[in-house]
Structure formats: structure tokens, C-alpha cells
């Protein structure tokens, strides 16, 4: 018999031994009155020592089973709060399984309620909807973190990225003690706590912001962790410092360091690297603004369904937010500095910081793009450019919140920006309708902006002794001033054309520009009780925002004279008054709640234009626009841990006055913008449906949700190509017409408790938008498949394993042009894995793989991403790490696009960072720490 013939024999017989020596055990608990008990504690525990051995939760009919136990002598103990526990040792048949007699449950009396409470702690409970676990229960190596404690966790998972997952939902907030810990990242707890300062782990739902401030329960909830600390563990701090350095002259240096007690939170961040690293991530940027600064109502204090006041918004960049600079393209060099106050007492709370960011950025991208002309031409552009960007802001928030009384709550915010930002562009782009039929244009553009703003707001709560009713007051007035000047050269070579475009030629010419922004808004809010169970919400919601923009462009001549032109220069003032009055009726009872709510709409636009503000006007834009928008709200959670909702909306959202204002935008004269007078607002029906299931005693979780817009009135940019110098114009227009919808559903289960899960999704995806080519509407229909699977392997402690796969499939076609339909397919696979070695040696590696392939192109690139990391503890208490880093060690890094939408398929490929190596020392504070007693 063949090697491998005799290794299979003798693996199958290992396997029918250990089968053989396996058991299933079941059974059924009830209470004294015979009901069946539901999510009761059942405990295997060893007859020596009392020690777990594991560990289960009756189903809702009171059904308990443990699979493949081994065959030898156990415990078995079952625990339900207020009622005593039923302990009793199993008598194990020879061979068979063995299903038990039906365990009753017995009333704690008052007297043996304490006693019984020490002695029979369960590791883990059920009270209500808050599901907790007791930490002494879970064991866990000296000096191990919260997250090794975490993924010990029945129905708690860790994912690669370090979320975490409860229930089958991600957690949102965690708090310590009940209170938010730095924000809304469970990263920073559960990576720098100690495992041996905690005494309880819970999971439950939060209510929302809005009910909170309102006091109506609106059915929506956020899945919270909360994290108990013992006593001896009040107090602390934790925090790293890293510093590295490698090849090619790399490095990344960070420090961290956060200090808190049971009144203050204090924070200090930094870090600087050119490895295209922010040195923070959007969780960290949580983890330092501090405890739940910021939340999505805090800064705008917008009252009524949908929340969409209109105001002017800005750009990322610009905004008060602190910006974790997405820069996995290209070549940056990256520095920040910060530092986080926050302060908490009995009813008063503040949340501070300050936070100074500079990214210097080098992108060089090659873009193609195949774009249609009409039913049966096509021409391309191609664009090849260098481009450099300088960014340094400073960022300063504030928040104040105090509850005054029981009744009235007062909330003051101040945020403020200031950024200087220096951008230079340098392109080559080409349309091509044939080998020997083209035009080329090369531009060379320089800016430098200058911009600050401001935001006040203030939101006030006032609850009145009827139980319910409500009013709430919000103001607000934000302001803000930009100033750019720059330079735009362009050198044009047109084709197959005598009389090209006026603006279609070579530029030499000086920009500046003055804008500004004022905008007050206010809301309020009056929630009256009809009933114990039905509450009606009214609502008003007014803004007016004054804005000015003041563009100057001067032509440059031969002998650098400077003269006005006056066809491209302008002075905007623009007025916009949003008012919205609306009323709901909220009907909440035992889990359901139902909202029907219709609110008023109107936007008055007012606009004036000129060359320059002192010259005479050039046009007016004078619109008003009014919708009724009606609103449904359904949301119910029912028995099982299950939840279901639905919502529908209608929105109106009014055309921009830049859109509304016939004015010629030729910075890039190949495909100029100009305004539409006419523009409509675009209305559109929306509507959304979710269902989730999680069931604690399999920890199965199953996931659906489906989403779908169907527009009445939608802008679109109407293209007008010329068909000999293919010289774009793009103006803004509207359609009736156009949908698009998705459905994502998701299951997740165990199929080793703890050590071994999957999760598997899909979700397909249509829409179908017109687009208008020379005033020709073109329908464009896209349906997309995707498809993930993934899988969580922690089988020993000491090694951790991640991988998961996905397929995304598109299939664009087009009305007017069906030769150039197209089917996009991407794949992705990645692995994740954490091994110790002796020594407090470890091994970290990730890989991800991509193949992008586009068959109507030939098209088909493969990207796999290897990096690795070596480490090692050192020191007594594992305080100390030495690193060595391989990133992208297959040299094979670069940022890939490919789309097909509307009238076009793109292509875009960016350079970026590739292989390089580092070492690194990095030092973690770990200040929270208790003596092990034994």
C-alpha cells in the first residue's frame, strides 16, 4: 500500500476512534409553573475543580445541546437570574448520546437572593436586551489585552480590521464604567486595556441621539459595549510612541498618549512619515475627539424627519472635521500634531480639541476614457498629469453640553478652520477620434487658496412635568472666506477645424477670486403626548444663506500687460431661503413604532451677476420652488432577538446657484461648464427595508436589506460635443426618469463556537440613469452582482487566521450605442494572519489579490499585495516591541479604476508607493493595570 493510501487509512481511523469517544449531550429547562426558560445559562464544568469546560444558552423553547463533548466524567450547572441554579453530575451511557430528564427551575426567595447571586455567577446572561459576560469566567494569558479577551466571547467576534461584531452587528460605541471611552472606536479600549482590570463585558442597544434628545422612543438603535471595571482599576493611562526607518530612505514616526480618571480625559497625538501613511485612521480620529464629541445632530441641530435643511456644504478638506487624508495613491509626505480636553461631571460636559495637519502629495495618473457621440461613432481621451498638492490646516472644536435640571438641557458648540492649500497641475490630453485624427492640449495650472471659517451653534431641550412632551430650540451661523489666485496656461492643437470655439484656444491668464459664505438657521421642535402610546412631532426649519463670489481673469500678453476679460470674469451675489414646516404622528407600543409625517417645502433663489461688483448687471436668478414631502417610518423589534423596518421618503433638492447662472467655466478648455437658467429641482421617491435575526443560543446572525430611488425629476449634464473639434460643453438639464436599487443580505454562523466562524453575502445591484448627448437622451442600464465570503479561524490562543474572497460582475449597456456595451469583472481575495512563536516572538502577514478584467477593452491586470511583519515583546511586562515591516514585498503596488457609467467607460492608473522595508521600536503605555490574585 502507497504512502498516502496509508496515511488516509490511519486518519480515518483516528477520526471513528475520536468519534466514538465523543458524546451529545441535551436537554430541557423549565420553571416550576412548567413554562419553558428561554437564554438560561447551561454550564459543562470539570467535578474536580468546578473549572468550565463549556458553555450554552437554551433556545427560545428552552432546548439546550452540546455536540461532540468528550466521554468522561462532567458537571453540568444551569443558571437563570432570579431563580436557583440545578447542578447534578452526568451519568455518561458507554456509547450513545445522551438526552437528560427536563431540569426544573425553582423562585429565589428574598432571603437566598444574595447568597445565591455570588455563588452562581454565570459567564454569561441575559437581562432585558443588555447581554453580559463575566470576565473571570474566560481565561486568558498574564498581560493579555480586552480584544484577546473579546474573541473569547461566545457571539462576539473580532474582525481583520480589529472591529468588533456583537450579535451580528458591529458595535458603534463603547463606554467604560457607562460612559463614552474616546469617542466611538472600540480600538483604542479593547488594543490598550488590560483583560485583568475588567469584571464585566455587556452588549446592548443604545437609543439615539434624537430620542435621546427628544425623549420619544424612535425605534432606532446603536449597538454599544460597555466595559466594567474593578475597582482597583478607576484610574490611568495608555498610549505608544513609535519610531522606524528602512529602505529608500522611508520612515514613520507616532505617539500617542491618553490619561483618564472618572472626571477628565486628556489626550496628545502626533506623528510624521513619508510611507503614505496619515499616521491615523478614521477610527483613531474617533478615538481622539473623546467622549462622543461631535455627534451627527450635536453640530447641526436640525429637527424633523430626513434631517436635509439645506445649507451650502464644503468639501472634506474644508471642513471642521479632523481629516484622516486618504493618500494610498501616489507620494506623500505627512505631519500632524493634536491635542484632545475632555471634562465630565455630574451634568456637565466638555469636549475640546485642537489639531494641525500638513500633507505634501505628488499624484501622477494616466486616465483613458472612451466616450460616445452618438448611435454609432465613439471618440477617446486620454490624459496623462503630475500633480502636486501642499495642504496644512489648523482645526479648533468645542462642546459644551449641560444638563441645567431634570427638564432643561443646554448644548453650545464652537468649531473654527484655517488652511492654506497649494495646488499645481501639469496634463497632457488628447481627444482621438482615429489613428491620424486628433487634438492635444497641454495645461499648465498653479493655484494657491487661502481659507478660514467659523460655526456657533446652540441647542436647547426642554421637558415639561407631562410625561412626553417636549420642545427643542436650535440656532445656528457659520461663516466662511476663501481666497485664491493662480495661473492657467494652456497650449492647444485642434483638429479638422478652421473656426474652432471662441474659448477653445491657447490661454495665458491670471485667476483670482474672492468668495464668501454667511448662513443662520434655526429649528425647533414641539413633541405633545396624545396617549400613552401615540406622540405627534412638529417641526420648523428655516436657513438663510448669503453667499458672494468675486472672480477676476486677466489675459497675460507678450510683454506680461495684464487686461481684464471680461467674458470670463463675474461677481455672484446669491441669497437662498429654505423654509419647511411639517408634522408627524409616532405611534410606539411593545417594540413597534410607526411614524406618518408630511412637511411643507420651499427655497426661495436669488441671484445677481456682473463683471465686477461695481459694474452694471449682467442677469438675475430669481426662483422659487415648493414640494410637499411626505414620510413613512417603520420600525419593530420582536422576540427572538429579531428586528425588522421599512421607510419610505419623497425629496426635493434644489439646483445650485452656480448651476442656474449662464456663465462659461473654460479652466479646462476641452470640456467646458455653463449654467442652466431653467434648471429644475430634482424630486426623487426613496425608499429602504432591513430585517436581522441573531440568535444567542447558535449565535447565528442573518442579515437582509434593500434599498431603492426612483426619480420624477432628475438633473443631469446635458453634453453638447462638437463634431469636429470633439471640444465638450456640459450644461446642467433635466430628465424625467431613472431608478437604481440594491440588495444586500448577509448570514453568519459558527461552526466551532469561538474558534471557527464563516459569513457569507451577496448583493445585486440595478440602475438605470439618462443622460442627454446633443439633447438625444441616452438610457444607460447598469446590473451589478456581488458576491463575499469569509471566514474567522482562532483555534489555539496564540494564532489567528482571516481570509475572505469577492466577486464583483457589472454589465453596462447603452441605448443609442450598443457596440460599446460592457461587462466589468473584479476580484479580490485576502488573508489575514497572527501567529506566536516561543519567545514572544510573533508573526503578523496580510495579502490581498485583485484581478480587474474588462473582456470589450482586453483589458486584465492582476495586483497581489504581500506584507509581513515580524516582532517581538520584550521587557517584564511586554511593554516594549522591535518590528521589522515588508510592505507590497511583491513590487507590485498601483491604484487601478475601471467604471462604465452614463456616456463614457473609464480607465485610470495611478503610480503609487511599492516595496520598501522598515524596523521599528514602539514602547505601549499600558497604565491600567491590577494585581492577579490567586
Known amino acids: 500500500m502507497k504512502l498516502p493510501q496509508l496515511l488516509l487509512c490511519f486518519l480515518l481511523t483516528s477520526f471513528f476512534a475520536n468519534a466514538q469517544n465523543r458524546v ?17 445559562s447551561v454550564l459543562i464544568l470539570a467535578p474536580s475543580d468546578s473549572s468550565l469546560i463549556t458553555y450554552a444558552l437554551t433556545n427560545d423553547e428552552g432546548d439546550f445541546i452540546f455536540k461532540n463533548l468528550e466521554r468522561k466524567p462532567m458537571l453540568i450547572k444551569a443558571t437563570y437570574v432570579s431563580y436557583l441554579p440545578h447542578q447534578e453530575e452526568l451519568v455518561l451511557p458507554e456509547t450513545g448520546d445522551l438526552n437528560l430528564e427536563k431540569i426544573v427551575l425553582n423562585p429565589i426567595s428574598k432571603e437566598l437572593y444574595e447568597v445565591v447571586v455570588k455563588t452562581a455567577k454565570a459567564p ?18 498574564p498581560g493579555a489585552t480586552l480584544e484577546e479577551l473579546i474573541r473569547k466571547l461566545p457571539g462576539v467576534e473580532v474582525d481583520k480590521d480589529g472591529n468588533v461584531v456583537a450579535q451580528g452587528e458591529q458595535v458603534q460605541k463603547v463606554t467604560v464604567d457607562g460612559r463614552r471611552f474616546f469617542g466611538n472606536n472600540t480600538k483604542v479600549a479593547t488594543q490598550n486595556l488590560n483583560a485583568d482590570a475588567v469584571k464585566k463585558v455587556q452588549f446592548f442597544d443604545d437609543k439615539s441621539e434624537q430620542s435621546k434628545l427628544t425623549g420619544v422612543q424612535d425605534g432606532l438603535r446603536e449597538k454599544t459595549m460597555n466595559v466594567e471595571l474593578k475597582e482597583e482599576a478607576k484610574k490611568g493611562g495608555f498610549g505608544k ?45 474617533q478615538e481622539f475627539q473623546g467622549s462622543g464629541a461631535y455627534n451627527r ?103 459644551f453640553q449641560n444638563e441645567i435640571d431634570s427638564s432643561n438641557t443646554l448644548t453650545l458648540i464652537g468649531q473654527g478652520r484655517y488652511s492654506n492649500l497649494n495646488n499645481s497641475l501639469s496634463s497632457l490630453q488628447s481627444l482621438i ?115 458672494t463670489v468675486h472672480r477676476e481673469v486677466y489675459d497675460l500678453s507678450n510683454e506680461n500687460a495684464e487686461t481684464l476679460n471680461e467674458d470670463l470674469s463675474r461677481y455672484f451675489d446669491n441669497r437662498i431661503v429654505y423654509n419647511r414646516f411639517g408634522s408627524s404622528i409616532r405611534f410606539t407600543s411593545k417594540g413597534n413604532n410607526l411614524s406618518l409625517g408630511l412637511a411643507g417645502v420651499r427655497y426661495d433663489l436669488n441671484g445677481d451677476f456682473s463683471v465686477r461688483n461695481s459694474s452694471p448687471s449682467l442677469g438675475q436668478v430669481d426662483k422659487t420652488y ?167 479561524l ?45 519567545k514572544d516572538f510573533y508573526i503578523d502577514s496580510n495579502f490581498d489579490y485583485s484581478h480587474f478584467s474588462n473582456e470589450r477593452l482586453s483589458f486584465d491586470q492582476k495586483v497581489p499585495i504581500w506584507n509581513a511583519f515580524l516582532y517581538k515583546h520584550l521587557g517584564e511586562k511586554k511593554k516594549w516591541e522591535v518590528r521589522l515591516s515588508g510592505f507590497d514585498i511583491l513590487k507590485r503596488n498601483i491604484n487601478v479604476t475601471q467604471q462604465a457609467s452614463q456616456n463614457y467607460v473609464l480607465f485610470r492608473e495611478i503610480n503609487t508607493l511599492s516595496r520598501y522595508f522598515l524596523i521599528g521600536f514602539t514602547y505601549n503605555m499600558r497604565g491600567v493595570e491590577v494585581k492577579r490574585y490567586r
Open 241 to 285: 510612541i513609535t519610531a522606524s526607518g528602512g529602505t529608500d530612505n522611508r520612515w514613520n514616526t507616532s505617539g500617542l498618549f491618553n490619561r483618564f480618571d472618572k472626571e477628565q480625559q486628556f489626550s496628545v497625538i502626533g506623528y510624521g512619515n513619508n510611507t503614505n501613511q496619515s499616521g491615523i485612521t478614521w477610527d483613531d480620529l
Open 433 to 547: 477620434r482615429s489613428v491620424d485624427s486628433e487634438s492635444s492640449m497641454q495645461r499648465n495650472n498653479v493655484n494657491d487658496k487661502f481659507s478660514m471659517s467659523y460655526q456657533g451653534s446652540a441647542i436647547f431641550r426642554h421637558k415639561f412635568k407631562k410625561n412626553g412632551r417636549v420642545l427643542a430650540l436650535s440656532f445656528l451661523n457659520n461663516g466662511s472666506k476663501a481666497d485664491t489666485e493662480g495661473t492657467l496656461k494652456t497650449a492647444v492643437d485642434v483638429l479638422n477645424s478652421s473656426d474652432p470655439d471662441t474659448y477653445f484656444r491657447n490661454l495665458d491668464q491670471l485667476n483670482a477670486s474672492l468668495n464668501g459664505t454667511q448662513l443662520i438657521k434655526s429649528s425647533a421642535l414641539y413633541v405633545e403626548p396624545i396617549g400613552k402610546k401615540v406622540f405627534s412631532e412638529s417641526f420648523y426649519n428655516y436657513s438663510v444663506t448669503n453667499s
Open 24 to 40: 451529545t449531550v441535551s436537554g430541557h429547562i423549565e420553571d416550576s409553573s412548567g413554562t419553558a426558560l428561554s437564554y438560561t
Open 794 to 838: 482562532t483555534p489555539i490562543d496564540g494564532f489567528a487566521f482571516y481570509a475572505g474572497a469577492r466577486i464583483s460582475n457589472s454589465e453596462t449597456k447603452y441605448e443609442i450605442n450598443t457596440q460599446q456595451n460592457q461587462k466589468i469583472i473584479n476580484r479580490s481575495l485576502w488573508a489575514r494572519m497572527n501567529l506566536k512563536l516561543p
Open 626 to 792: 415648493m414640494a410637499l414631502t411626505p414620510n413613512i417610518d417603520f420600525n419593530k423589534r420582536m422576540k427572538g432577538n429579531q428586528y425588522m423596518g421599512f421607510d419610505y421618503s419623497l425629496s426635493m433638492t434644489p439646483p445650485s446657484i452656480s448651476d442656474l447662472q449662464p456663465f462659461k467655466d473654460i479652466s479646462n478648455p476641452l470640456f467646458i461648464r455653463e449654467g442652466n437658467p431653467d434648471l429644475q429641482p430634482e424630486t426623487s421617491h426613496s425608499f429602504t427595508a432591513r430585517y436581522n435575526k441573531y440568535d444567542p443560543a447558535t449565535f447565528i446572525r442573518f442579515y437582509i436589506y434593500a434599498r431603492g430611488s426612483l426619480y420624477t425629476n432628475r438633473v443631469v449634464q446635458n453634453q453638447t460635443i462638437n463634431p469636429e473639434t470633439l471640444v465638450t460643453t456640459y450644461s446642467p438639464g433635466n430628465v424625467s426618469g431613472g431608478n437604481s436599487g440594491n440588495i444586500y443580505g448577509s448570514i453568519g454562523f459558527p461552526i466551532i463556537k469561538t474558534k471557527f466562524s464563516v459569513d457569507i453575502g451577496g448583493s445585486p445591484s440595478f440602475s438605470n440613469y439618462i443622460s442627454l448627448i446633443n439633447n438625444v437622451e441616452n438610457n444607460t442600464s447598469r446590473i451589478g452582482y456581488n458576491y463575499n465570503a469569509s471566514i474567522t
Open 124 to 141: 454569561i446572561s441575559i437581562k432585558g436586551d443588555t447581554i453580559e459576560y463575566d470576565a473571570s469566567k474566560f481565561k486568558v494569558p
Open 297 to 399: 445632530y450635536s453640530g447641526i441641530g436640525d429637527f424633523g424627519f430626513n434631517n436635509n435643511v439645506y445649507y451650502s456644504s464644503s468639501n472634506s478638506e474644508e471642513s471642521f472635521n479632523i481629516p484622516y487624508n486618504d493618500l494610498s495613491s501616489g507620494y506623500s509626505n505627512n505631519q500632524a500634531a493634536g491635542i484632545n480636553y475632555n471634562y465630565l461631571k455630574k451634568k456637565k460636559e466638555l469636549n475640546s480639541s485642537y489639531f494641525f495637519s500638513r500633507s505634501d502629495q505628488q499624484i501622477d495618473t494616466y486616465e483613458s476614457r472612451i466616450n460616445l457621440l452618438n448611435p454609432t461613432a465613439t471618440f477617446e481621451t486620454t490624459d496623462q498629469s503630475i500633480q502636486e498638492n501642499l495642504t496644512g490646516h489648523h482645526r479648533l472644536n468645542i462642546r
